[in-house]
């Protein structure tokens, strides 16, 4: 007997509507031995839910309007997200290089493996839950609030600035002015916000 576990099959899907009787759902399955294949993948929506699973490509673009963004057992080198109203969702999400995100008013989740994070929002808050300290992250919110849960296994230099923002973080950091110093200091994190608060958390 063969136990060796089987593959799920990877999908990109699509939600679209404005009510239960406009619904509609576009769903593309995609064959498990072809899920690991892709040089890019780019998705753009309008007025809908975006959703992607079980897939492995080198660089990932995602383009919405006013929909949610939900990414689950991703690995790419780069990912691209620009969304207006829509917030986006990630679990067991690996970025090799670097994650590019851009929202309005949307929050954005990255849970996973994150190597490096760039973000711009005006009111959305971001994230980051990751298994690896990123080697840089450069964050700039207006109202939005900044978390981020970090492994205790590398130093890194917090360069932030903040209006009515509070900073708090359970890293024992040497304060430097506007930098804010953990052990070696290797990794670089510019975070820049108007009201929304800087909270950087070990995790368990």
């Not at 064959?31 to 897939?55: C, K, R």
């Not at 990414?71 to 109203?85: A, G, M, V, Y």
Request: glycine share 8%.
């Amino acid at each position: 007997m063969n136990n060796t576990p089987k593959k799920e099959n990877a999908a990109i899907e699509l939600f679209s509507g404005f009510g239960n009787s406009l619904s509609k759902k576009l769903e593309i399955q995609i064959p498990a031995e072809y899920a690991s294949s892709f040089q890019e993948i780019m998705v753009d929506g309008v007025s809908s839910d975006i959703g992607l699973n079980n897939l492995k490509t080198k660089k990932l673009s995602l383009d919405n309007v006013s929909g949610n963004i939900t990414l689950k057992n991703i690995e790419t080198d780069t990912l691209t997200t620009d969304s207006t109203s829509g917030s986006l969702i990630s679990a067991d999400l690996i970025v090799n290089d670097n994650a590019v995100t851009c929202t309005t008013s949307g929050d954005v989740t990255l849970a996973g493996s994150i190597n490096a994070v760039q973000h711009d929002s005006v009111s959305g808050s971001l994230h980051i839950t990751s298994s690896v300290c990123p080697q840089k992250i450069q964050a700039d919110t207006t109202s939005g609030s900044v978390l981020l849960n970090l492994p205790d296994d590398q130093g890194f230099t917090l360069d932030y600035d903040t209006v009515s923002g509070d900073l708090e973080t359970d890293f024992p950091t040497t304060d430097s002015g506007s930098e804010r110093i953990y052990e070696s200091g290797k990794n670089h994190f510019l975070i820049d916000t108007t009201s929304g608060d800087i909270t950087i958390l070990k995790t368990n």
